[in-house]
């Protein structure tokens, strides 16, 4: 099993930065992919960003430009930069790790985000 541990959501106001992490623990030597993933009240759940191991990413559309993703794999962590913060931002974002062939096959409980207007 996986565990993932997240840190950073908060409050922030709009225009503002925030940074989220997720450290991997547990059985990670199969791990090819980690990122985020963000549900927000009413929708569904959709892919914010992910990063590979070989060092691809993958964005949403609606944080392209703003929000960078990042890994530092010695510590099996991942980094969530987010800039620009809009209140649309606002969700509880989720952790997630992946191994070949099931890329979210871990989460973690999720972190909360709120950006006010």
């Known amino acids: 099993q996986v565990q993932l541990v997240e840190s950073g959501g908060g409050l922030v106001q709009a225009g503002g930065s925030l940074r989220l992490s997720c450290a991997a623990s547990?059985?990670?030597?199969?791990?090819?992919?980690m990122g985020w993933y963000r549900q927000a009240p009413g929708l569904e759940r959709e892919l914010v960003a992910r990063i590979f191991s070989g060092g691809s990413t993958n964005y949403g559309d609606s944080v392209k430009g703003r929000f960078t993703i990042s890994r530092d794999n010695a510590k099996m962590t991942v980094y969530l930069q987010m800039n620009s913060l809009k209140p649309e931002d606002t969700a509880v974002y989720y952790c997630?790790?992946?191994?070949?062939?099931?890329?979210?096959?871990?989460w973690g409980q999720g972190t909360q985000v709120t950006v006010s207007s």
């Open positions: 997630v790790a992946g191994v070949p062939g099931r890329w979210s096959d871990f």
């Open positions: 547990g059985s990670i030597s199969r791990i090819i992919v």
